[in-house]
C-alpha cells in the first residue's frame, strides 16, 4: 500500500519544508495517508488495521500487521460507519503515520535520556523534577500546522475531539478540519462539484457550492468497498465448484494445476495457528486483488438483467459471450468467471441483483449509489441541480472498479434524461485512491487558505468548539 | 514577518570573460502571511523584499447594516422578527452572499430561498434609499435600486417549479425534442439552398442586386429568431445538436459532402489538352505553331486552370451535359435540344463546335433553373393565398 517501499526512508530532498511545513493527513477506514503539503502523493501510507499482542501491545504497519503470529488479534479503531471509535488507538495510529516516515520520531531532550542525570547514592535518578517544563517540548508536531480530513457525517464530539488530540496530544501551531469529499473536488479543481467517494466501509455523497458544503446534501450508505468484498465471499462459495479463499501466509509452495482442479501445494504448519481476525484481513488483501483484476461493473445502459434488445436477450446474456476472466488463488487452484464477475458489482447499483446469505441482507433501494446521489440532489437548490450533474466527481479506492464510472454515468443520466451528466473520474488510480489527501495538499499550500486555519492563541481562547465555527 | 535568518549567496566565483561582476545577494528567511499567530509559510527571498499579503482574500460580502430604531421605524414584517431579521444577514455574510449555500445552511426549514430573498432585497432596498434619497441616486445605484424592488417572489417559486419539472423530463420528450431539431435543422438548410440557388440564378441573370437579402423571411422571421436562439444556446452543450446554417456553410457542406473540392494543388498536373489528343509527356506538346494547334484540336490550360484528372473523350463534352440528374430533367433538355434542331449525335467535336454546345447549354440551364425557380415561388404563392383565405375564413 505504501507509495514508497517500507525499507526506504524518503529522500531528504524531496522535502518542501522549506518553502510549506504544513502536513496533511487523511485518516480513513482503511488506510490513513499523510504526507506534506504541496506533495502529489502522500508519503505516508498506513494500514487503518492494527495489531494487538495478548500483552496489549498494539502494533501498526503494513510489515507488523501482515506477519503471522499465533494470538495476534487484528482491530480497527472505526465503527460500521465509519466513524472513530477507539480513540486512544486512532491518535497512536495517525501519530504513528506522521512520525514514522514523515516527520521522524521526536528526539529525547537531553536532559531526559539519562545520559546527563545526576545520580543519587541508590543509582536512581530522579524523574519528577521538572517535568511539567518538559512536556511543552515533547510534542511531536509542534513546527507542523495539520491539516486533516473527516468524513462529512463526523459528529461534532468527535470532531472537537481531533482538534484536542492536535492541540493538546501533539501540540500543533495551527490545524484545520476538511471534509473529504470538499479535498476531493478541489484535487480536480473544482469548487462546485458533487462528490462520489467510494471507500472501504462507506459510500458518500458530499455537494460543494463555490468551496462551501451544503450541509443538507451530505449521504452515505454502506454499499462500498467491504460490502463488495461480502459480496464475492458469498458467490465464492455458491460458485460450482466453490471457490476455496486461501490468503498467502498459508501457503509455502504451489504447483500449477488445471483449472477448477484441487489445488497442488504445500501449506505452512502452525503450532497454533493464526487468529480468526488475522485470517479476515488476510483473506480480504487476497478480495482487493480479485476486485482490481477480475471484478467489472456492467458500464450500462441499463441494468445487467435489463433486456439488450428484441427477443428477450438481456445485458447479461450479452456479457457471457465476451471471454471470462481467469483468477488463480494464493495456492494454485484457479478458474475462469464470467458472468459472475459482473454480478458481484451490481447489487451498488440495483439492490435486487445483490447477493444474500444469512448474514448478509439484501439491501434496500434506498440504499444504492444511484439512490444516495439522488437524494443528495433532491437535497439542494433546483438551480443548482444542472450545475451539480455536470461536475459529479468519482473518487476513492472502492471507485476503482472496472467501468463503474461508465456505470454511474449512465444511471444518473437515466435518472435525468434532460440536463448533461458527466462524472468526472481521474484516469490515474493513484489520484484517484488519494483525491482527499491531494486536495488538501493543495489547499494547505494556497495562500488564500492562510486566513483559515486555526491557530493555538485561538484554541487557547475558545476552545475546541471554534472548530464548529471555523471548519464548516 | 522579521527577518529569522540571514544568509549571503556565495561569493560571484570571478571568471576570466565575465564582464558583470553583481553584488552578491542577501537572502533572507521570512514567515509570510498575516498571521504572525500562525507560523505557517516560510519563505526564503531577496532581502527587503515585499512580503507578500494574504489579508486581500479575506473578502466579505457587503450587507445592510441597521440600528434597532431603523428596524422599528422602516423594516417591520408581520413574518419577522429583528432576530431573524438579524440572523438572515449573518447567514448571508458566512456564506459569502451565495444563495445555494444560505439556504442550506438555514436553521428554519419552513422558510423558502424566495422568502428569504425577498425578506433581504426588500431591507436592501430600504436601507438603499434611506442612505441615498432616490432623486439623488446614480444611474447604476437606482438601476439596483429597481432591481431589489422588483424581485417577485411568486414568479421565481414558478419559475423554480418550471425548472424542476424541465429536469425530470422523460426520455421520450428529450428524444422528440432531438428530432425536432433534426428536423428544425433540415427546413433551415433548405432555406439556405434555396436562398442561394436564387440568388446564383440572379447573378447569372445578371439581374440589379437588392440591397437586403432578398428573399424575406415575412412568415418566418420568428422561425429565424428561434433557430438564432437554439443555436447559440447548443453552443454552450458540448455534444452540439446543430450547425450553423448561411453563406460559406451551404447545404451541400450541411451534408458533410465535400466530393469534388480537393485542392487543384493536390493533384499532380495532367498533359491531356482536354480534347481529343491525349499527350502521353508533357515535354512533346511544346513546339506547336497556333495553326497545328488548331488543327489538331489544341487547347493550352492557363495557370491556375483546374483539369478534371483522367482522360476524358471530348465527344463526352458533347454528350454528358444533356445528362441531368433525374430524368425529369434530362428529358427536359432532350425536348429543349430537338425542339431547336441540335441532333443528338455531332459527328465531329471540334474545340469550336464544342464551345458553341457548352454556350448553348449554359443558356438552357438558365432557362431550365428560372422555370423551376418560378414553380417554386408560385407554388409559395398559392400557399399563402391558401392560408390567407383560411385566416380569413377562421375570422
Ligand atoms: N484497485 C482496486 N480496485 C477495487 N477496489 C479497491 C482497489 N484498491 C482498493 N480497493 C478497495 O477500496 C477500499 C478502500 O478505499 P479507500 O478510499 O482507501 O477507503 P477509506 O478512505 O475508507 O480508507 C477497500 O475496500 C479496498 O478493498
Ligand atoms: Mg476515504
Redesign the interface.
Given at each position: 500500500m505504501a507509495t514508497i517501499p517500507p525499507t526506504q526512508a524518503p529522500g531528504t530532498a524531496e522535502y518542501a519544508g522549506?518553502?510549506?511545513?504544513?502536513l496533511v493527513l487523511d485518516p480513513g477506514s482503511h488506510s490513513t495517508r499523510a504526507g506534506f503539503a504541496g506533495e502529489d502523493t502522500p508519503k505516508s501510507v498506513v494500514p487503518t488495521h492494527y495489531g494487538v499482542l495478548p500483552t496489549g501491545e498494539r502494533l501498526f504497519g503494513d510489515n507488523a500487521i501482515h506477519l503471522p503470529k499465533a494470538d495476534l488479534e487484528i482491530k480497527n479503531p472505526y465503527n460500521s460507519d465509519g466513524i472513530v471509535e477507539d480513540w486512544e488507538t486512532a491518535a497512536k495510529l495517525w501519530e504513528y503515520t506522521i512520525t514514522s516516515r514523515l516527520t521522524g520520531a521526536r528526539q529525547t531532550p537531553p536532559s531526559k535520556n539519562g545520559l546527563n542525570d545526576a545520580k543519587d547514592e541508590n543509582g536512581d535518578t530522579n524523574m519528577d523534577e521538572g517535568m511539567e517544563q518538559l512536556e511543552e517540548q515533547e510534542k511531536p508536531l509542534q513546527e507542523f500546522?495539520l491539516l486533516m480530513s473527516e468524513p462529512a457525517w463526523n459528529p461534532a464530539k468527535e470532531r472537537q475531539k481531533t482538534i484536542e488530540i492536535a492541540m493538546e496530544e501533539w501540540g500543533v501551531?495551527?490545524f484545520f478540519l476538511a471534509k473529504n469529499g470538499q479535498l476531493a473536488a478541489y484535487s480536480q479543481s473544482k469548487a462546485t462539484a458533487l462528490v462520489v467517494d467510494i471507500g472501504a466501509l462507506n459510500t458518500s455523497v458530499t455537494a460543494l457550492?463555490?468551496g462551501?458544503v451544503?450541509?443538507?446534501?451530505l449521504q452515505h450508505t454502506p454499499l462500498a468497498g467491504n460490502w463488495l468484498n461480502d459480496q464475492i465471499r458469498i458467490m465464492f462459495a455458491n460458485n460450482q465448484p466453490p471457490v476455496p479463499l486461501v490468503p498467502h501466509y498459508m501457503v509455502k509452495s504451489k504447483t500449477p494445476v488445471d483449472a477448477n482442479a484441487p489445488s497442488s501445494a504445500t501449506y505452512v504448519h502452525f503450532d497454533k495457528p493464526p487468529t480468526d481476525s488475522f485470517r479476515k484481513l488476510e483473506e480480504e488483501r487476497v478480495l482487493t486483488s480479485f476486485k482490481e483484476s477480475v471484478v467489472q461493473v456492467w458500464q450500462g445502459p441499463g441494468r445487467l438483467d435489463s433486456p439488450a434488445s428484441q427477443g428477450g436477450v438481456t445485458n447479461g446474456d450479452y456479457v457471457k459471450s465476451m471471454p471470462p476472466k481467469p483468477f488463480e488463488m494464493p495456492d494454485g487452484w484457479n478458474t475462469v468467471f464470467g458472468l459472475e464477475r459482473f454480478k458481484v458489482a451490481e447489487g451498488l447499483f440495483d439492490h435486487n441483483a445483490a447477493y444474500t446469505d444469512d448474514k448478509t441482507k439484501k439491501p434496500s433501494g434506498e440504499q444504492t449509489i444511484i439512490s444516495v446521489v439522488n437524494k443528495a440532489l433532491q437535497a439542494?437548490?433546483?438551480?443548482?441541480?444542472?450545475v451539480l450533474l455536470n461536475n459529479i466527481i468519482l473518487t476513492g479506492a472502492g471507485s476503482l472498479i472496472d467501468k463503474l464510472p461508465e456505470r454511474l454515468q449512465a444511471d444518473i443520466q437515466?435518472m435525468?434524461?434532460?440536463?448533461?451528466v458527466r462524472v468526472l473520474a481521474n484516469s490515474n488510480s493513484v489520484e484517484r485512491k488519494y483525491g482527499a489527501f491531494v486536495g488538501g495538499s493543495v489547499l494547505a499550500s494556497l495562500?488564500?487558505f492562510?486566513?483559515m486555519?486555526v491557530?493555538?492563541?485561538?484554541y487557547a481562547e475558545h476552545g475546541a468548539q471554534i472548530v464548529d465555527k471555523r471548519c464548516? | 514577518m522579521a527577518a529569522t535568518e540571514r544568509r549571503t549567496s556565495a561569493p560571484a566565483r570571478s571568471f576570466k570573460r565575465a564582464r558583470v561582476s553583481r553584488p552578491p545577494a542577501h537572502w533572507e528567511q521570512t514567515s509570510?502571511?498575516?498571521?504572525p499567530?500562525?507560523?505557517?509559510?516560510?519563505?526564503?527571498q531577496k532581502a527587503a523584499a515585499q512580503t507578500?499579503s494574504?489579508?486581500k482574500?479575506?473578502v466579505e460580502p457587503e450587507v445592510p447594516e441597521f440600528s434597532d430604531e431603523q428596524y422599528e421605524e422602516h423594516l417591520k414584517d408581520p413574518n419577522w422578527t429583528l432576530e431573524e431579521t438579524r440572523y438572515l444577514i449573518e447567514t448571508y455574510k458566512g456564506?459569502?452572499g451565495?444563495?445555494?449555500?444560505i439556504?442550506?445552511?438555514y436553521e428554519k426549514p419552513e422558510r423558502t430561498?424566495e422568502d428569504l430573498k425577498a425578506r433581504f432585497y426588500a431591507i436592501s432596498a430600504v436601507m438603499l434609499q434611506l442612505e441615498t434619497p432616490i432623486q439623488s441616486m446614480t444611474a447604476p445605484q437606482y438601476k439596483m435600486y429597481e432591481t431589489l424592488k422588483d424581485f417577485n417572489p411568486k414568479q421565481e417559486m414558478s419559475r423554480?417549479r418550471l425548472?424542476?419539472g424541465?429536469?425530470?423530463?422523460?426520455?421520450d420528450?428529450?428524444d422528440e425534442e432531438a428530432v425536432l431539431l433534426a428536423e428544425l435543422q433540415r427546413i433551415m438548410a433548405n432555406q439556405e439552398s434555396l436562398d442561394s440557388l436564387r440568388e446564383d440564378l440572379r447573378k447569372r441573370l445578371d439581374y440589379p442586386k437588392a440591397n437586403t437579402n432578398s428573399y424575406q423571411y415575412s412568415t418566418s422571421q420568428a422561425l429565424h429568431a428561434l433557430w438564432q436562439q437554439l443555436v447559440n444556446a447548443d453552443r454552450l452543450?458540448?455534444n452540439q445538436r446543430l450547425r450553423p446554417v448561411g453563406p460559406g456553410q451551404s447545404a451541400t457542406s450541411i451534408e458533410g459532402s465535400t466530393s469534388g473540392q480537393t485542392p487543384a494543388s493536390a493533384r499532380p498536373r495532367e498533359s491531356n489538352a482536354g480534347t481529343t489528343q491525349h499527350e502521353p509527356s508533357p515535354a512533346s506538346n511544346t513546339k506547336l505553331t497556333e495553326k497545328d494547334k488548331r488543327r489538331f484540336g489544341i487547347t493550352e490550360v492557363g495557370p491556375g486552370e483546374k483539369l478534371p484528372s483522367g482522360v476524358s473523350f471530348a465527344s463526352d463534352k458533347l454528350s454528358k451535359p444533356r445528362i441531368a440528374k433525374s430524368t425529369v430533367q434530362t428529358e427536359k433538355i432532350a425536348a429543349v435540344l430537338s425542339h431547336i434542331g441540335v441532333p443528338d449525335l455531332i459527328p465531329l467535336p471540334t474545340p469550336p463546335v464544342i464551345e458553341a454546345f457548352e454556350s448553348l447549354m449554359g443558356k438552357l440551364h438558365t432557362l431550365l433553373d428560372m422555370r423551376k425557380v418560378a414553380e417554386k415561388e408560385e407554388q409559395e404563392l398559392r400557399v399563402r393565398e391558401a392560408e390567407a383565405g383560411a385566416q380569413v375564413k377562421e375570422e
Open positions: 522549506d518553502e510549506i511545513g504544513a500546522p501551531p495551527a457550492w463555490d462551501m451544503l450541509q443538507k446534501s439542494v437548490d433546483v438551480d443548482a441541480r444542472p437515466a435525468y434524461p434532460n440536463p448533461r495562500g488564500s492562510h486566513q486555519w491557530s493555538k492563541e485561538e464548516k | 509570510i502571511g498575516d498571521r499567530d500562525v507560523p505557517l509559510l516560510k519563505h526564503w507578500p494574504f489579508a482574500y479575506k456564506c459569502n451565495k444563495w445555494t449555500v439556504i442550506d445552511r430561498m423554480k425548472a424542476e424541465h429536469l425530470h423530463r422523460k426520455k420528450e428529450v452543450r458540448k
